[in-house]
């Protein structure tokens, strides 16, 4: 099992940038596809964006392509979500997950598909 700790949330003025991180440890990173996810009040958890083991193949929920990036060290046993351009509708709780997996290119969209997941961090936006 690998423990996951995400940091990095905080308060930020729409069009700003945070950078958020999710650290592993028990367990190394490079054999996991990693995922962020976000949850804002009466709101389902929804898909940020996912990046394959190797950091091959990577993906973005619609809301946030063009402004979000996902990356990965592998080294440092962290992954990273990159946002900038922010907007008050990205004020949410932020999640990483993790899922084993045995394909290098491979990333997971679906909350079920991931087994790890972190405490998560809040990121507010302000108008």
């Known amino acids: 099992q690998v423990q996951l700790v995400e940091s990095g949330g905080g308060l930020v003025q729409a069009g700003g940038s945070l950078r958020l991180s999710c650290a592993a440890s028990?367990?190394?990173?490079?054999?996991?596809?990693m995922g962020w996810f976000r949850q804002a009040p009466g709101k389902e958890r929804e898909f940020v964006a996912g990046?394959?083991?190797?950091?091959?193949?990577?993906g973005y929920g619609d809301s946030v392509k063009g402004r979000f990036t996902i990356s990965r060290d592998n080294a440092k046993n962290t992954a990273y979500l990159q946002m900038n351009g922010l907007k008050p509708e990205d004020t949410a709780v932020y999640y990483c997950a993790a899922q084993s997996s045995f394909s290098t290119f491979t990333y997971y969209r679906v909350i079920g598909e991931y087994d790890n997941w972190g405490q998560g961090t809040q990121v507010t936006v302000s108008s």
């Open positions: 028990g367990r190394t990173l490079s054999t996991y596809a």
């Open positions: 990046i394959s083991r190797g950091g091959g193949s990577i």
